[in-house]
């Protein structure tokens, strides 16, 4: 039996694609974590030498990927596609990284699902032969998304209890057809939802439902349950979406076996570090992936973890209009190599 699709949102490999190579850039904050030392590359300067903040994030995506480039050995020429997004508006992070490299880019906005999202839609190009030496990568940047999402930093805006912290970030996987390390077995494609969340300042319950249902359609899809896996890892739903997700799921009847963990909550510690309720951000899953659990993965120390990248899909256009805050989930299942 090959590839095939598993219920109504999930498919699965016969032969898994496999991540070979990752690499993570970080900000000071983020350094300073608990995470700090998992890091490839970590820098005290916002703007990464740059003159813009949004510049910034475009050096350190360029940075992720010339690291990710050197571990694995290969050339840019020898890359298939990458697959990549950010949270700037058109996703110029990306863009302007990948500007005159001659490297074919399919360009992707999930807001916070997309180091979860990139890496799906490496797997499917790889599992489904269409290419090979496939990078998946994101980034975001605690000053640009501040900038264009909220408010002026200088501004001295008095932060919610309920807000998170952007990750600045970015996270890079080489997802090729064969070699050693995670593999990628399955995956959820996750569906918008909407329960009517408007404050911008807690996505983590808006995102908190959205999480509730990929957990559930891959648990039914693929026919397991919270006891296969080691961990269910959530993108960024911080202290209290971790919250709101484990009260909505007891309150439905579903298991989770006390294996929930949240990038948002691992990368910074929360009570000495003033982030409120956690981290967020493209970058924030991005770099707890590709910085911390794929090695955990690597070394034996993981053997299965789920992997569900959440995110917000509010623009300042919708927040400004009053509209409530759609999220979305997308699960992709690891296994040691």
Not at 149 to 169: C, H, I
Not at 217 to 246: C, P, R, W, Y
């Amino acid at each position: 039996m090959g590839n095939r699709k598993c219920g109504k949102q999930s498919f699965q490999f016969e032969n898994p694609p496999v991540i070979t190579a990752w690499a993570s850039v970080a900000g000071k904050k983020e350094a300073e974590g608990p995470l700090g030392k998992t890091f490839d590359i970590t820098n005290d300067d916002a703007y990464f030498g740059e003159k813009s903040w949004e510049q910034g994030e475009k050096k350190m995506q360029q940075i992720a990927l010339d690291t990710l480039l050197k571990k694995a050995g290969i050339a840019a020429k020898e890359i298939g596609v990458v697959f990549s997004g950010d949270l700037l508006n058109q996703c110029i992070g990306s863009s302007f990284t990948l500007r005159n490299m001659g490297i074919p880019h399919v360009g992707l906005y999930g807001a916070c699902s997309t180091m979860a999202e990139s890496l799906m839609m490496a797997s499917m190009a790889v599992g489904g032969g269409f290419s090979d030496n496939v990078v998946a990568m994101t980034s975001s940047h605690f000053a640009s998304s501040e900038r264009q999402y909220r408010f002026p930093l200088g501004y001295g805006g008095q932060r919610t209890p309920t807000a998170q912290w952007t990750v600045t970030g970015s996270g890079a996987a080489l997802v090729c057809q064969k070699g050693k390390g995670p593999k990628i077995t399955g995956c959820t494609i996750g569906t918008v939802t909407d329960l009517g969340i408007k404050d911008a300042n807690n996505m983590g319950a808006a995102m908190a439902p959205a999480a509730l249902a990929t957990i559930r359609a891959h648990f039914e899809d693929m026919k397991v349950s919270a006891e296969n896996f080691d961990l269910i890892v959530t993108g960024d739903l911080g202290q209290l979406g971790k919250e709101a997700l484990l009260t909505l799921a007891s309150r439905e009847g579903l298991d989770l076996g006390g294996k929930v963990a949240d990038c948002g909550t691992l990368v910074f510690d929360l009570l000495k570090q003033d982030v409120h309720s956690g981290g967020s951000g493209c970058g924030c899953s991005a770099i707890t992936l590709c910085g911390y659990l794929l090695e955990k993965i690597a070394n034996g120390k993981l053997s299965k973890i789920l992997f569900c990248g959440t995110g917000a899909l509010l623009s300042p256009t919708s927040t400004q209009q009053g509209l409530p805050i759609p999220g979305v989930c997308h699960a992709v299942s690891l296994y040691g190599g």
